[in-house]
């Protein structure tokens, strides 16, 4: 009863200022226009909210592979590239010059050469796992000279030795023409 005092008293002083005109033309329309507005924004706020932990996820799992890709990536592998310009230089010739060597040895492969060229391909494949050994030693040392030197000699090696074999194939054609020359007088 107490409350109902409370109200009424409420309302008796607030009288003169509470409005009780009817509202203009068209206000209901509005009012219903403002609240489906409302209810749309609130149905594309639920959307997002439905977003907003997938693309937190999501932007988890980009940044944690990012990190996983730039902490844990494979270390730069040294060669002579690595060392100098020059040493780049250099590396280049022995990798187009021994490119080059290859390729006539492959055009020269025959039934006669086929065993020489194979025991060729075996050798450049010792040279070059250690030509990769030289490369760890070349990181570890900090391009110590020696290392350099050693990596030069191992390019030299594999050339030398397709160089001879390239030798070994002319002697064979030369010894096979010969042959076929006196079988044929």
């Known amino acids: 009863m107490k409350n109902e005092n409370n109200i009424t008293s409420l309302f008796k002083r607030l009288q003169n200022d509470l409005n ?4 203009a033309e068209g206000h209901t329309m509005r009012f219903i226009e403002k609240l489906d507005a409302s209810k749309q924004q609130n149905k594309r706020t ?6 907003k932990p997938i693309t937190a996820i999501a932007a988890a799992l980009i940044l944690g592979f990012a990190l996983f890709t730039i902490l844990l990536k494979p270390e730069k592998e040294m060669d002579l590239a690595n060392v100098s310009q020059e040493m780049a230089n250099t590396q280049n010739f022995f990798y187009q010059t021994i490119s080059t060597e290859l390729r006539k040895i492959d055009l020269e492969r025959s039934p006669e050469t086929e065993s020489i060229i194979n025991d060729a391909l075996n050798e450049i494949k010792k ?10 030693d070349l990181k570890q040392s900090n391009n110590d000279k ?3 030197y050693a990596m030069i000699s191992n390019f030299q090696s594999r050339i030398e030795l397709l160089q001879a074999v390239l030798e070994q194939i002319e002697t064979i054609k030369e010894f096979k023409h010969q042959s076929y020359e006196n079988n044929r007088l």
């Open 46 to 51: 639920g959307y997002f909210k439905f977003l």
């Open 127 to 136: 040279l070059e796992l250690e030509y990769e050994t030289l490369k760890t």
């Open 146 to 148: 020696r290392v350099i």
């Open 20 to 23: 009780s005109a009817q509202p």
